[in-house]
C-alpha cells in the first residue's frame, strides 16, 4: 500500500513537471515571436 502511494505521487510530479516545462516552452515561443 505504501509503495502504490509513492508511486501515485511519483507519476503525479513527473505529470506536473511536464505541464510546467511545457507552459514555460509555451510563454518562451510567445516572447520569441513578438
Known sequence: MY?????I???VREECYFHIRHFLNHIAL?????
Do not use: A, C, H, M
Open 9 to 11: 505521487q511519483l507519476i
Open 3 to 7: 509503495g502504490l502511494t509513492v508511486n
Open 30 to 34: 510567445l516572447d520569441f515571436e513578438k
